[in-house]
Nanobody, 124 residues
Framework: QVQLVESGGGLVQAGGSLRLSCAAS????????MGWFRQAPGKEREFVAD????????FYADSVKGRFTISRDNAKNTVYLQMNSLKPEDTAVYYC?????????????????WGQGTQVTVSS
């Protein structure tokens, strides 16, 4: 089992920035690719970004490319999502997830473990 706990969400004005963190415990963190997803009210959960086991490869949804950056620190068992130039349409609950797969891993069903989510609200 891998336990994932997200933090760093909050309320921010459009154009602002937030950094989400996801702390992992349980099985060896570096054995898993990590991803971020988001889910807005009334919408399906959608892929945001993922990162390989070593951190050497990343993949982004077109909607966030150039604005968001995913990174990981395997020594701290933590994955991050730096979000810049935030837009109201980025408002959602953000989830981190762990997958025992090779990138890209963009489908919800491909992930083995999920966190509980953290709310991000961007005001206009």
């Amino acid at each position: 089992q891998v336990q994932l706990v997200e933090s760093g969400g909050g309320l921010v004005q459009a154009g602002g920035s937030l950094r989400l963190s996801c702390a992992a415990s349980g099985r060896t963190f570096s054995n898993y690719a990590m991803g971020w997803f988001r889910q807005a009210p009334g919408k399906e959960r959608e892929f945001v970004a993922d990162i390989s086991r070593s951190g050497g490869s990343t993949f982004y949804a077109d909607s966030v490319k150039g604005r968001f950056t995913i990174s990981r620190d395997n020594a701290k068992n933590t994955v991050y999502l730096q979000m810049n130039s935030l837009k109201p349409e980025d408002t959602a609950v953000y989830y981190c997830a762990a997958a025992n797969r090779i990138l890209p891993v963009i489908t919800v069903s491909d992930y083995n473990y999920w966190g509980q989510g953290t709310q991000v609200t961007v005001s206009s």
